[in-house]
């Protein structure tokens, strides 16, 4: 059993940035950030595969949005930048045992408990 654990979440204004972290209890694959907004649906948000070498965003935040992983550090950080209003959610960690990125959600066999990302105008 894997547990991830994220941090990094808070409240940001329109324009600004934040970067999330999430730590994994053992050795993962694919990794994967999804988010769930106010009356919305979990929605995928990046995928990133074991190496780094392969990336998957979500349209609504390519350009602004950036994930990498340390895998020594067991690690993988979901930086957030020109953040939006419509960005506010709980962002949620995955991990999958795939090993080649992932975007949909019944893909990844573990998920952390969530970290809230609010931002205001």
């Known amino acids: 059993q894997v547990q991830l654990v994220e941090s990094g979440g808070g409240l940001v204004q329109a324009g600004g940035s934040l970067r999330l972290s999430c730590v994994t209890s053992g050795r993962t694959f694919t990794m994967g950030w999804f988010r769930q907004g106010p009356g919305k649906e979990r929605e995928f948000v990046g995928s990133i595969n074991w190496s780094g070498s392969s990336l998957d965003y979500a349209d609504s935040v390519k350009g602004r949005f950036t994930i990498s992983r340390d895998n020594a550090k067991k690690s993988v950080y979901l930086q957030m930048n020109s953040l939006k209003l419509e960005d506010t959610a709980i962002y949620y960690c995955?991990?999958?045992?795939?090993?080649?990125?992932?975007?949909?959600?019944?893909?990844?066999?573990?998920w952390g408990q969530g970290t809230q990302v609010t931002v205001s105008s």
């Open positions: 995955a991990a999958s045992n795939s090993i080649v990125t992932v975007i949909s959600a019944p893909g990844y066999d573990y």
